[in-house]
């Protein structure tokens, strides 16, 4: 597939992997994406912004460079993996249908700044969580479970949901800006960090 660039929005079905071997500023941001072959895709190459990230392949789908995605919907028995130092940046809502965990030791960033949300049936488990949100912020709509970090640059609501972060190191939580946000009357919303018998000042940066 070789794309320039998406002038009005469209849908494209793919079968394959992605490889972006233009320009890093390729924007494909009115082009939705539905990943839905039967073997393991890729989107590698250089750095691209599409419309929504749809993935229905139950084979899965790796992340090998950065992506910058309106939408993720994931469908039910999928996987997705974000390799390495690499991030898929999520300008709208996380849309989990019953996958445990991102694969892979990269990072999924939200960056909008509408209200964002993550939501479906099943807890999510994020590597890295980045959360760059600096207006409305990102609302918790199911447990969440962070296995290496949480970075905030921005706010999270836990709108009564439980945040935990299963790294027991100080560097499980690292605060830019912003905060978490915790607001429930009835106690609901609430932050769980193994840490073990791990010193060290293990900090919730709070917004409010």
């Not at 998406?6 to 793919?14: A, E, G, M, Q, R």
């Not at 935990?164 to 939580?173: F, P, Q």
């Amino acid at each position: 597939m070789d794309v320039e660039g998406v002038s009005t929005h469209c849908l494209f079905s793919v079968y394959g992997s992605i490889t972006n071997n233009g320009q890093s500023t390729n924007d494909l941001g009115n082009g939705d994406f539905k990943l839905m072959g039967s073997a393991n895709q890729s989107i590698s190459g250089n750095s691209i912004k599409i419309g929504d990230l749809i993935i229905t392949n139950t084979s899965g789908a790796t992340v090998n460079t950065d992506v910058d995605a309106r939408d993720v919907d994931l469908s039910a028995s999928v996987t997705l993996s974000v390799a390495n130092t690499k991030k898929l940046f999520v300008r709208g809502n996380f849309i989990n249908g019953g996958i445990d965990a991102i694969g892979g030791t990269g990072t999924v960033s939200f960056t909008g700044s509408a209200v964002q949300t993550i939501f479906g049936p099943t807890n999510t488990t994020f590597y890295n969580l980045e959360i760059k949100n600096q207006g409305s912020g990102v609302f918790l709509n199911l447990n969440t479970n962070v296995s290496n970090n949480v970075k905030l640059d921005g706010l999270l609501d836990l709108n009564g949901k439980l945040l935990t972060i299963t790294n027991s190191a100080t560097t499980g939580s690292t605060w830019v800006s912003g905060g978490i946000i915790s607001e429930k009357q009835d106690n609901s919303s609430k932050i769980k960090w193994n840490i073990g018998s791990t010193t060290g000042a293990h900090v919730y940066p709070f917004a409010r």
